[in-house]
């Protein structure tokens, strides 16, 4: 797809996890952790992947070039925001690195979405997939022009990712069964030990 190449790839590696009390970029699933996952998974499909990291050195052997937060402590925003800036004026996938469970086929299909708002250029949209009647703003593509949506929040300190897609023009693409690359769970994210043990990480 030619509009692929007007959209930078960026994994959020995510902060303290102080619920995990791990990173949980290291975490490992069939041998391969999750931060090297999102990347393997973005790269797939796009031709340049980034990780936002909290600080430059703190990820950089998962396999793309490494980009410091620019407001580290504030969250997935933060993370949309700094992969938002360094993009120059391109849309965004992001892939937060703790949805294990997504895979090329779902990217696809969200690139495919968001095919047509590329390729327009106007307004501030976002292209997130939903399941059950909840969105999963980790794993989807965002507008160039969400970025001065997303500094102006963060210096009001709204820093909620939901709230962000309700100020914008957001297309919701669910996950249905019918769907070839459809299984339960495909947006679930690991959050506790609980989660990566029922899932089978390895934590290290």
């Known amino acids: 797809m030619a509009a692929t190449a007007q959209i930078l790839g960026a994994v959020l590696t ?11 970029a290291s975490l490992e699933l069939d041998g391969e952790r999750l931060g090297a996952r999102a990347v393997r998974i973005l790269r797939a499909e796009l031709s ?26 504030n969250g997935p925003l933060a993370g949309l925001d700094t992969a938002l800036a360094h993009a120059g004026g ?9 949805l294990p469970a997504v895979t ?16 327009s250029g106007d307004a501030a949209w976002a292209v997130v997939p939903s399941h059950a009647g909840r969105l999963q703003p980790l794993c989807g593509v965002y507008s160039p022009r969400c ?13 909620r990712m939901l709230d962000l897609l309700s100020a914008i023009e957001t297309d919701e ?5 019918d769907l070839p690359f459809y299984r339960a769970g495909l ?5 506790d030990r609980a989660t990566a043990e029922r899932l089978a990480l390895i934590t290290k």
């Open 14 to 24: 995510g902060g303290e996890s102080r619920r995990m009390g791990v990173d949980k």
């Open 48 to 73: 340049e992947v980034v990780v936002v990291s909290r600080h430059i050195g703190e990820h950089s052997d998962l396999g793309a070039e490494e980009i410091a937060d620019r407001r580290p402590g």
């Open 90 to 98: 391109r849309a965004v996938f992001v892939l937060a690195c703790d």
């Open 104 to 119: 090329r086929e779902l990217v696809s299909h969200l690139l495919e979405a968001a095919a047509s708002h590329v390729a």
């Open 147 to 159: 970025l001065p949506e997303t500094e102006n929040r963060l210096d009001r300190g709204e820093l």
């Open 173 to 177: 693409i669910e996950l249905l069964a």
């Open 187 to 191: 947006l679930e994210n690991v959050n």
